[in-house]
C-alpha cells in the first residue's frame, strides 16, 4: 500500500512537470515579458523604459532559460524558468502582477471556498442519490420516465440561470437571505445558505441520472436474483445489497474532485462575491494576472493528482476485491 | 415417495422482446415428491431455467410475466400468494442455487453476511447463534476452516468453494425444495463431481426434494430419481431414471442418447438432429419437434401428440406412442455412416514437434514495478503433432492448455522452449517472416458468439484470411472458393451475404471452420470448440471436423476438457495439469490403461449414463493450485490420494510405460 | 438532407439576387461545410452497413428523439444560413467603376432577417412595446417639457394611440401568424404525406391513415407535428416582428429576437467544430493506446493525464490570455472585426477540444484494450493480418458506436460551457453575438429596478430548447447505440 502510494506519487512528477511546460509555453513563449508588459500599461504610446520598469517589479526581466551573465547553477537559476515555473514545485507561488503574496491569497482564500463547496458536495451527492434510488425504485414505470426526462430538462438548463434565477427569486422577490457578499464566523451562513441550495439543484440533474444508471446496472446484475431467492424484501434488496455496490462507483467518483473542492467554484463565487478562489481566479482572468492565472493551473494540476490517488485508495476501503500492490 | 410436494400445473410464462412475444415457457405439468430428485433435462432456450425461475416468482420483470397456470406447495398456490407471503416462501420453503457461483454472490459482502441473512430472515436467529449456525452451515457444505472463512470475501474463494457458500446460503432456510440450475456447468469435472457428491449427501441427509436443471444427462444419471426432458417450452418425456435411461420413448431423448460421443462410436459419424431448435415467439399448433424428427409424418405436422402414459410412470408426448393413431411402416433407421479415412503416405509423420515449450507471464510488484514473479501458465510442454491425426490435450480450466495452444501459434510468445516447423524454429523468427506458416497453422476458438467481428458479413469474414495470404487472383476466384468452403462446412452459400448474428452457435462455429479452411491449412488448434454448443450440435461439429480431417488429412490439436469427445475424436491424448503434461499415449493407452492419478481421477469423475457397471469416482480433494506458486515436487501431490514422501520432494521425470505410453508419476519409477 | 437541399438553393438564390457580393470564407464557414460533407459521408456510410442501419432505425422509432431532431433541424438550418457570408459592393462612386465592397462581413440570415438588424431603437424597450423603456424629456407641443416615455421609432410605430390598439394589434397579428403557419404547415405535411404515399405505393389516405396510428418505421406522426408547431410560430414571430421587437431591445436598442437567433451559429459551431477537431485525435490515439498497448500506452496516457490534471477552465482561461495578447500586438493579422472574432471563436473551438477529447480518448483506449483480446482479433492475427488492417477493419468499426454516443453527448455541453465562458471572460470575441455574452450584458440590468429580464429570458430559453433538443437527442442515440443499456 505504502509502496503503492509512494510509486503514485512519483509517477505524478512528469506530470506536474509537463503542466508545467505547458503553462511556460503559453506565458513566456507564445507571447514574450515585452508582450505582457505593453498589454498592461496600455497598448498605446508605452516608453521602453516604463516597460522595462514593469518587468523589472515583477521579475520578467530576466532571461527565459539560460542566463549567459550568470556562472555555474546561477545560470540556471536566476532565469524566468526557474524562479516562475520551477518554484512551483516547492509551493512556492510568488508575487501576483498587481505584487501581492499568492501563497498568502490561496490560504486566506480557501476557507469561504470549501464553505460552500463542501455542503453542495456532501449534501447534493446525498440529494443526488435519494432522488436516484426512489427512480431506480419505479424502475420501468411512468415515474421513472418522467423522472428521467426531469432531470435531462435540469441538465439542460444553464448553470448561470440557476445562480441568476436563484439570486432573482430568493433575494430580490422574498428577501430572505443577501444576495451577495461575505462575512466571518458565522454570519456567513446567510451569505452562503443560497449558493450553496443553487449549486445543489444545479447538480442534481447529471447526477440523478447518472446514479439511476449505476443503481440500474446494478439491479441487473445476478446477485440480486440470489438475494431475492433468499426471501428478501425490495428495500432490503435495495439497501443491502445494491446500495453497497453502486455506492463502490459513487463513492470513487466523489473522492476524485474531493481535492479540487479547494479550487472553490469560479461562476457561484463570483456572482455571489464569495472571497473564495473561484473569485480569486476569475478576478485574476478579467485583469490578465498571469501570476495567479499560473499558480492556480499548478495548484489545479496537483490536487488533480492527489485526487487521482485517493481514488484509488478509496478503492481499497469500499471494495474488497481491489487490493493495490 | 407418495406425497406430492410441489405441483406445476400448465404453467406458462411469457417476454416481451422486440421481435414478439415468446414463451419461454409453455405450458408445464409435473410433480415432485417429498425427499426425491427430479430433473429437468433440456437443451439451452428450453424454458427449463424459467420454469424454475417462474416457481419462485423471480422471473426478470418488467418484460416477463407468468401468463397461466398454478404451481401448488403442499396444496397452496404460490402464484396467487402476495408478494410479501412468497417471500416467506422463498429462502424458506424453496431455496435455490444459480448456475455462475462467480456472479451470484455479492462481491462485496462476506460469505458469512450473506449466509447469515437467510438465517436471520427465516430463522430470527442473532448474535451468536446466527454466527455459530452460519458456521455450521459451511462447514455442512464441506467448508474447510469455517470459522476462518466467515469473514472473506466471495473473490477468495474458487468456483467450487463459491458455489458451495451457494449451497449454504440455500440451506440457510433449511427448505423443503432446492431448486439447482445447473449448479455444476460453470465448473470442472473434478469440482463438478465434489458438488454433485455434496448436493446427493444434503439431499439425502436432510430429506429434502430436489429440483436439478440441467442439460447434462451424466448428471441426470448419476445424481436423479425421476426426469423430464424439455424441448421448446414444454415436456416432451417424463419417467423414473431407470426407465428413462433404459428407454427413452420420444425421438428427441432417444438422439440425445445417440449424438453423445463414445469411444464406440469412434469409426463412425455421430446422430445429429437436424435444424435448430424452433422459435419460441411462434405458436405451435403440431408436434413441436417435428422439423427435426427422422420418423415425422403428416400427422406430426398436423395434430399436436398427446401426452401419453408408455409405461409405469412414464409418459411421452409423441404420434409414435399413440395406439389410436395409424402410423406409416417404419423406416429402418439407417445406421451412421462409417468414416472414410483415406490413408495417405504422409499419414504418420510429424507435422509440428513442440519441445519443452514455456510461457511465463511476469507478475509486477513493488514501488518500481518490478517482476516479482512468474505465472508459469505453460512450464516445458513436448509435443509431437503428426499429419492427419488429432491430439488431444486434456486438463481442467486454468492449466495452460490454451496458451500452450496460442503458444504453439504465435499468438502469444514463448518464453523458451522450440516449436519446428518445416525445418523452422518458430519461436525465432520475426513477425514477417512467419507469416506465410501462419497459412499453414490455424485455430478454431471456443466462443463462436466473440470470434466473429460482428460488423463483418460472412463473406468479408471469410475472405479476410485469404486476402492476408494472398490467396485467390481476383475477387471473383475468391468468391467462388467462399461458395466452395461454405458448401463443405455444411451451409448454403447464400449465407456469406449474411452477418454473424443471425446464425446460430453451431452454423457460427462452421463459419468458423470455413474462416480458417480458406487458407488450406495443414493443422487447425481447435480450442474447445463445442464446450459452448448443445449435444447436438456438438455432434453435428464433432462429425464436421471428423469428415474435413479425412477428406484434406488434415491434423488437429483439440484442447479440450471434456473426455467424452477425446475418446471419439482423438488419436493420442496428453493430459496436462499446471502447465505441465502429466501423462502421454494413444488414446488406447490413456482412456483404458490411466496411469497418472490424475487422470484416473479425471476420468472418474466425468458423471456417466451406464450407471450399472460399479464405478467408483476418485474423488479429489481442493482446487487447482496457483500456477504462480506451483506446490513443490510433483505439481499434484497436495490433491494426490496416492501422494508419496518422494513425491514432495522434485518433480518425477518421465517414465516410458510403453512405446506410445508415458508419464511422469513416481508410482512407475 | 432535406435541410441541405433547401439550404443550397436559398445560397443559390441569395447569390444571384445579390449579385457583384463578394463571398467571404471564414474559417469556421469552411469547418462547417467539411463537417457537412462529413456528416453527409457518414449517412452514407451508415445505410450501406446494417449494424449501423439498425440502430438508426430505433432512432427513427422513438418519439422522443424524433420530435428533438426536428428542433434541431430547425436550429441547424438558422444556423447554416448565418454561415455563408459575403460583403456587400458599396455604392458605386461614380457609374464607370465598382468602389469596392463594404468591410461589414454579412451573411444570408443577415440578409433575411435585414428588418430586425436595422430597426434599431435609443435604448432598452420591453417585448411588444412601442415605447422606450426610460422616460426622456420630451417637449411638448405648447413648448413645455415632460418627461414621457418616447414612442419607438419602429416597433408599433403604426399604431396611433398604443394604449388603446396594441393589444388588439398583436392579437390580430399574431392570429394572422397563426393561420399563415397552419396552412404552411398543412402543406408542408400534404407534401410529406404525398412523398410517404409514393414510398409505400399506397394511396396518400391510407399513407396518412399510417402516419396517424404510428404503423410508419419512423416516428412520422411526431415529425409532422413537431415541424407544424414550429412552422407556426416561426409563422407567428414573423408577423409579429415585422411590427413589434418580439423580444424588446437592448441597451443600445438592438433587436433581441435577432441576437438570439445570430447565437444561434455561435452555439452550433462551438458543439460541432469542437468535437470535428478533437476526433481525428481521440480516435486515434484511444485506439493505438489500447491496441498496441506498451509504451505507445504509457506516452499516450501520460499526455492525456497531464492534459487532464490542468482544471479546463483554467486551461482555456490560459490559452485564451494567451491569444488575446497575441491579438492585441497583432492587429494587422485580422483584416475585419468579423476576421478576428471568427479567429478568435475557432481557437476557442480548438482549445475546447484539447480539454474535452481526454475523456473519449480514455474510453477509446479501454474499449480497445478489450477488443484487442477477443477471439476474433487472435483469428486476424493467425492469418497473419497486418496491424493497420486490424485496427481499420476490426477496432474501428466496433469503437464507432461510442464515438457516435460521445459527440452527441458531449454537444450540449459545449453549448452550456460557451455560455459560462463568456461570462467568466474567456469565451468568444466580446463583438460576438453569442448567448453567453448577452447573458453576460443583460445580467448587468439584473439591479435595475424594474428589472430589464427579456434579453436574459430570451437567451436562456432558446439556449434551453436547443440544449434539451441535443440532450433528448442524445439519450435516443445511445439508447440505440449501446448494446449494454440495451440488454436490461
Known amino acids: ?325 | 415417495m407418495s406425497d406430492k410436494l410441489l405441483s406445476v400445473q400448465g404453467l406458462q410464462t411469457c417476454f416481451q422482446t422486440g421481435g414478439g412475444t415468446v414463451r419461454a415457457v409453455d405450458g408445464v405439468d409435473f410433480d415432485i415428491h417429498s425427499g426425491e430428485t427430479f430433473a429437468l433435462l433440456g437443451e439451452s432456450g428450453c424454458g427449463k431455467s424459467m420454469t424454475a425461475l417462474s416457481i419462485l416468482r423471480l422471473v426478470p420483470q418488467p418484460a416477463g410475466r407468468i401468463t397461466a397456470g398454478k404451481v401448488l406447495l403442499d396444496g397452496q398456490d404460490l402464484l396467487a400468494l402476495p408478494e410479501h407471503a412468497m417471500r416467506d416462501v422463498r429462502g424458506k420453503r424453496i431455496a435455490m442455487i444459480f448456475q455462475e457461483p462467480m456472479t451470484s454472490l455479492n462481491p462485496v459482502l462476506t460469505i458469512g453476511m450473506q449466509i447469515g441473512e437467510t438465517v436471520e430472515r427465516h430463522l430470527g436467529l442473532r448474535g451468536k447463534a446466527l454466527r455459530d449456525r452460519v458456521i455450521a452451515l459451511l462447514d455442512d457444505v464441506g467448508i474447510p476452516d469455517p470459522a476462518q472463512r466467515y469473514g472473506e470475501y466471495p473473490h477468495q474463494l474458487s468456483g467450487g468453494m463459491k458455489q458451495r457458500v451457494m449451497i449454504a446460503i440455500a440451506l440457510a432456510g433449511e427448505p423443503q425444495l432446492l431448486i439447482a440450475d445447473e449448479p455444476t456447468t460453470a465448473l470442472d469435472v473434478t469440482i463438478q463431481a465434489q458438488i454433485l457428491d455434496l448436493l446427493r449427501k444434503l439431499q439425502r441427509e436432510r430429506g429434502m426434494a430436489m429440483l436439478l436443471i440441467t442439460h447434462d444427462l451424466g448428471v441426470v444419471a448419476g445424481i436423479a430419481d425421476r426426469v423430464a426432458v424439455m424441448y421448446a417450452g414444454h415436456i416432451v418425456e417424463q419417467a423414473d431414471r431407470a426407465a428413462f435411461f433404459a428407454d427413452p420413448k420420444h425421438p428427441y431423448s432417444r438422439k440425445l442418447f445417440e449424438s453423445l460421443p463414445t469411444m464406440g462410436k469412434r469409426d463412425r459419424q455421430l446422430a445429429v438432429i437436424k435444424g435448430s431448435v424452433p422459435s419460441l415467439a411462434r405458436e405451435f399448433r403440431a408436434c413441436r419437434f417435428e422439423d427435426r424428427c427422422d420418423f415425422a409424418w403428416q400427422t406430426c405436422r398436423d395434430t399436436a401428440p398427446r401426452w401419453l402414459a408408455v409405461g409405469p410412470e412414464h409418459h411421452a408426448r409423441c404420434h409414435l406412442n399413440d395406439p389410436d393413431i395409424a402410423k406409416p411402416a417404419p423406416r429402418a433407421a439407417a445406421p451412421a455412416p462409417a468414416i472414410q479415412q483415406a490413408p495417405r503416405a504422409t499419414a504418420g509423420d510429424v507435422l509440428v514437434d513442440i519441445n519443452d515449450l514455456q510461457v511465463f507471464f511476469p507478475i509486477h510488484k513493488g514501488l518500481f514495478k518490478r517482476t516479482a514473479g512468474h505465472v508459469r501458465a505453460v512450464d516445458g510442454v513436448s509435443l509431437q503433432l503428426r499429419v492427419g491425426r488429432t491430439l488431444a490435450l486434456v486438463g481442467e480450466s486454468g492449466c495452460g492448455k490454451t496458451t500452450a495452444g496460442k503458444g504453439l501459434l504465435q499468438l502469444i510468445r514463448p518464453t523458451a522452449g522450440t516449436v519446428h516447423y518445416r525445418g523452422n524454429d518458430l519461436t525465432q523468427i520475426g513477425a514477417r517472416r512467419m507469416r506465410p506458416y501462419r497459412a499453414d497453422l490455424q485455430i478454431i476458438f471456443q466462443d463462436p458468439y466473440s470470434s466473429m467481428n460482428p460488423r463483418m458479413m460472412v463473406a468479408d469474414i471469410i475472405e479476410e484470411g485469404m486476402l492476408a495470404q494472398r490467396i485467390g487472383r481476383t475477387d471473383v476466384e475468391r468468391q467462388a472458393r467462399i461458395d466452395e468452403l461454405l458448401t463443405q462446412v455444411g451451409l448454403s452459400p447464400e449465407a456469406k451475404r449474411r452477418y454473424p448474428h443471425e446464425f446460430s452457435g453451431g452454423q457460427r462455429q462452421r463459419i468458423c471452420i470455413a474462416r480458417a479452411l480458406a487458407v488450406n491449412p495443414k493443422l487447425i488448434v481447435c480450442d474447445e470448440p463445442t464446450s459452448a454448443l448443445d449435444v447436438s450440435v456438438q455432434a453435428q461439429i464433432l462429425n464436421l471436423l471428423k469428415r474435413l480431417q479425412a477428406e484434406l488429412g488434415l491434423s488437429y490439436l483439440f484442447i479440450t476438457h471434456n473426455l467424452a469427445v477425446v475418446e471419439y475424436l482423438a488419436d493420442e491424448v496428453a493430459v496436462m495439469y499446471l502447465g505441465r503434461i502429466v501423462e502421454r499415449g494413444t488414446v488406447a493407452d490413456v482412456m483404458q490403461n490411466p496411469c497418472h492419478p490424475y487422470t484416473q481421477a479425471l476420468l472418474s469423475a466425468i458423471p456417466k449414463i451406464d450407471t450399472a457397471t460399479g464405478r467408483e469416482i476418485i474423488k479429489l480433494e481442493g482446487d487447482l493450485p496457483s500456477p504462480s506458486n506451483p506446490p513443490r515436487g510433483c505439481h499434484f501431490h497436495p490433491r494426490c490420494p496416492m501422494a508419496m514422501e518422494v513425491c514432495r520432494g522434485n518433480y518425477p521425470e518421465r517414465t516410458t510405460l510403453s512405446d506410445t505410453h508415458t508419464t511422469h508419476c513416481y508410482l512407475y519409477r | 438532407m432535406l435541410a441541405l437541399i433547401a439550404l443550397a438553393g436559398v445560397a443559390v438564390v441569395g447569390m444571384i439576387a445579390l449579385r457583384g457580393v463578394k463571398p467571404v470564407f471564414l474559417w469556421t464557414d469552411v469547418l462547417i461545410y467539411l463537417l457537412v460533407l462529413v456528416i453527409a459521408g457518414v449517412v452514407i456510410y451508415s445505410r450501406q452497413h446494417e449494424h449501423l442501419r439498425a440502430p438508426w432505425r430505433r432512432v427513427w422509432r422513438s418519439r422522443a428523439g424524433m420530435a428533438a431532431l426536428v428542433v434541431l433541424g430547425a436550429y441547424v438550418l438558422v444556423g447554416l444560413l448565418d454561415s455563408i457570408h459575403f460583403r456587400e459592393p458599396l455604392p458605386p462612386v461614380d457609374r464607370s467603376e465598382s468602389s469596392g465592397h463594404s468591410v461589414e462581413v454579412l451573411s444570408v440570415f443577415d440578409k433575411l432577417a435585414e428588418p430586425l438588424r436595422l430597426r434599431v431603437e435609443k435604448t432598452y424597450s420591453a417585448p411588444l412595446a412601442a415605447q422606450l423603456y426610460a422616460r426622456e424629456m420630451q417637449e411638448l407641443p405648447d413648448g413645455t417639457q415632460q418627461r414621457v416615455y418616447p414612442r419607438l421609432q419602429y416597433g408599433g410605430a403604426h399604431l396611433n394611440d398604443p394604449e388603446t390598439e396594441r393589444s388588439a394589434d398583436i392579437v390580430v397579428t399574431a392570429s394572422a401568424g397563426l393561420m399563415k403557419g397552419l396552412g404552411i404547415a398543412v402543406l408542408v405535411s400534404l407534401a410529406i404525406v404525398m412523398l410517404l404515399a409514393r414510398h409505400y405505393r399506397t394511396t396518400p389516405a391510407s399513407a396518412l391513415g399510417r402516419i396517424m396510428r404510428a404503423q410508419t418505421a419512423m416516428a412520422w406522426h411526431v415529425v409532422l407535428l413537431t415541424l407544424a408547431i414550429i412552422l407556426v410560430g416561426t409563422m407567428v414571430l414573423i408577423e409579429l416582428s415585422g411590427k413589434y421587437h418580439v423580444f424588446g431591445t437592448d441597451k443600445v436598442g438592438q433587436d433581441v429576437l435577432y441576437q438570439t437567433l445570430k447565437s444561434i451559429r455561435t452555439g452550433l459551431v462551438i458543439g460541432t467544430l469542437t468535437t470535428l477537431i478533437m476526433l481525428p485525435f481521440a480516435i486515434s490515439l484511444g485506439v493505438m493506446a489500447g491496441y498496441f498497448r506498451g509504451w505507445i500506452d504509457d506516452v499516450i496516457q501520460y499526455i492525456y493525464t497531464t492534459l487532464n490534471s490542468i482544471p479546463g477552465v483554467l486551461l482555456i482561461a490560459a490559452s485564451i490570455l494567451a491569444l488575446q495578447v497575441y491579438m492585441a500586438n497583432h492587429p494587422e493579422a485580422f483584416e475585419t472585426v468579423a476576421d478576428r472574432a471568427d479567429a478568435r471563436l475557432l481557437f476557442l473551438c480548438m482549445i475546447l477540444g484539447i480539454t474535452s477529447w481526454t475523456g473519449l480518448c480514455r474510453l477509446l483506449r479501454g474499449e480497445s484494450l478489450k477488443l484487442r483480446e477477443l477471439d476474433y482479433l487472435q483469428a486476424a492475427a493467425a492469418f497473419g493480418v497486418s496491424h493497420a488492417r486490424i485496427l481499420s477493419r476490426h477496432i474501428l468499426p466496433n469503437v464507432m458506436h461510442i464515438v457516435l454516443i460521445i459527440v452527441v453527448l458531449d454537444f450540449s455541453g459545449l453549448v452550456l460551457a460557451e455560455a459560462v465562458l463568456s461570462y467568466v471572460g474567456v469565451g468568444v470575441d466580446p463583438s460576438m453575438i453569442s448567448w453567453g455574452n448577452m447573458i453576460n450584458s443583460a445580467r448587468l440590468e439584473m439591479a435595475r429596478e424594474p428589472i430589464v429580464w427579456w434579453s436574459l429570458a430570451a437567451a436562456f430559453v432558446f439556449m434551453f430548447i436547443l440544449v434539451l433538443a441535443a440532450n433528448v437527442f442524445s439519450d435516443a442515440v445511445r439508447d440505440a447505440f449501446d448494446p449494454r443499456l440495451r440488454a436490461n
Open chain 1, 1 to 325: 500500500m505504502l509502496a503503492y502510494i509512494l510509486r503514485r506519487v512519483f509517477y505524478a512528477v512528469p506530470i506536474l512537470i509537463g503542466v508545467n511546460l505547458i503553462t511556460f509555453f503559453l506565458f513566456f513563449v507564445v507571447n514574450s515579458p515585452d508582450d505582457m508588459a505593453r498589454m498592461h500599461l496600455g497598448m498605446k504610446r508605452v516608453t521602453p523604459e516604463a516597460v522595462d520598469k514593469w518587468k523589472q517589479e515583477r521579475g520578467y526581466d530576466k532571461p527565459l532559460l539560460l542566463n549567459r551573465a550568470e556562472d555555474g547553477a546561477r545560470s540556471v537559476t536566476n532565469t524566468i524558468f526557474f524562479e516562475k515555473s520551477v518554484s512551483l514545485f516547492a509551493f512556492r507561488f510568488g508575487s501576483s502582477d498587481a505584487g501581492r503574496d499568492i501563497g498568502y491569497d490561496i490560504s486566506q482564500r480557501m476557507w469561504p471556498s470549501l464553505a460552500i463547496a463542501i455542503p453542495v458536495f456532501i449534501v447534493g451527492i446525498l440529494v443526488n442519490i435519494t432522488f436516484a434510488l426512489l427512480i431506480a425504485f419505479f424502475r420501468a414505470t411512468y415515474i421513472d420516465y418522467w423522472g428521467v426526462f426531469l432531470c435531462v430538462v435540469l441538465m439542460s438548463i444553464s448553470s448561470l440561470f440557476y445562480i441568476i434565477g436563484g439570486q432573482y427569486l430568493v433575494g430580490k422577490l422574498l428577501h430572505l437571505v443577501p444576495i451577495s457578499g461575505y462575512d466571518d464566523g458565522f454570519d456567513a451562513v446567510s451569505f452562503v445558505i443560497l449558493p450553496v441550495i443553487v449549486g445543489i439543484i444545479g447538480g442534481i440533474g447529471a447526477g440523478t441520472r447518472w446514479y439511476r444508471t449505476i443503481f440500474l446496472e446494478e439491479i441487473g446484475r445476478d446477485y440480486v436474483r440470489t438475494a431475492r431467492a433468499k426471501g428478501l424484501s425490495e428495500p432490503q434488496v435495495m439497501f443491502g445489497h445494491v446500495l453497497r455496490n453502486a455506492l463502490i462507483p459513487i463513492m470513487t467518483g466523489a473522492v476524485a474532485i474531493l481535492p479540487l473542492l479547494f479550487m472553490g467554484s469560479l461562476i457561484l463565487e463570483s456572482f455571489f462575491g464569495i472571497p473564495g478562489l473561484g473569485s480569486y481566479t476569475i478576478d485574476a482572468i478579467s485583469s490578465q494576472d498571469f501570476a495567479i492565472v499560473r499558480a492556480m493551473v499548478f495548484l489545479g494540476s496537483a490536487l488533480y493528482i492527489v485526487g487521482l490517488i485517493l481514488t484509488d485508495i478509496s478503492y481499497t476501503l469500499v471494495d474488497p476485491r481491489i487490493r493495490l500492490a
